[in-house]
């Protein structure tokens, strides 16, 4: 579990003037850089390779902020890793229906769905391979804070267009999961939360990774206050 002193720095982190800059493209020419596939075989993403800058926060630098020459952000600290995702798609405009050679009608990925995920991996596949970090294997609670994308008039918290909340996690999941990417198996994840915050430009969502020292909730009970909001 996260201390409330984290929480705390984690909001002040939040809170200062770093947090725009996050909120920013990053971008690093590499016209005098020789980029080169990797060779993989047919089953594994190709990445290229990217520049990442490094930066510590917090006290005692315990929140790693890393940016990518792809466009990423990766924070990491003990507890946990956040990464920034591209705003996503409606649930409408992520499936197709298609039919299959025995004739039966399936849903399948839409090319916008293809895209997106397509424009993630190309962002975080080359950043994992330059930090050299190995995919997520552990129990851990997903956390997801939308910020829809900024409009000009005003809107109340009731009104702003958004997406249905359940709309957001499915596709923004798998487009992390893999081989050189977040993390392999969605198994991992034994709990889920989901937040709103305020619009920024273009939209984004942080995706967040929050490792838990709770293994056996085969054996827990149905808590009814933490349903009736009475616990967190």
């Known amino acids: ?37 990797q060779k993989t075989s047919s ?9 990442v800058e490094k930066e510590n926060e917090g006290e005692n630098g315990e929140n790693t902020i890393y940016r990518g020459s792809t466009g990423g952000v990766i924070i990491s600290g ?4 956040t990464i920034k995702l591209p705003y996503g798609l409606s649930a409408n405009e992520i499936w197709r229906a298609t039919i299959d050679q025995n004739g039966k009608q399936r ?8 895209k997106y ?14 930090l050299k970090l190995k995919a997520i294997d552990q129990l851990c609670e997903i956390r997801l804070i939308v910020q829809p994308p900024l409009k000009t008039r005003s ?7 958004r997406f249905d909340i359940d709309n957001y996690p ?4 798998d487009s992390v999961k893999g081989d050189g990417l977040l ?9 889920e939360q989901i937040k709103l915050a305020e619009p920024c430009e273009k939209g984004c969502v942080w995706l967040s990774c929050v490792f838990t020292e709770e293994t056996d909730w085969l054996s827990k009970t149905v808590d009814f206050d933490w349903l009736a909001g009475r616990s967190i």
């Open 117 to 130: 995920k397509d424009k993630v991996q190309k962002q975080y596949g080359p950043m994992f391979r330059a």
């Open 1 to 37: 579990m996260i201390k409330k002193s984290n929480r705390r720095q984690w909001s002040e982190f939040f809170s200062n003037n770093k947090r725009q800059e996050l909120f920013k493209d990053f971008s690093v020419s590499l016209d005098n850089d020789k980029v080169k596939k």
């Open 107 to 114: 849903n399948s990925l839409s090319v916008g769905a293809k």
């Open 183 to 191: 993390f392999k198996d969605d198994n991992i994840f034994i709990s």
């Open 155 to 161: 809107y109340s918290a009731k009104t702003y267009p």
């Open 170 to 173: 499915k596709l923004l999941i």
């Open 43 to 51: 089953c594994k993403h190709v990445f290229f390779p990217c520049r």
């Open 78 to 81: 003990k507890q946990y890793i």
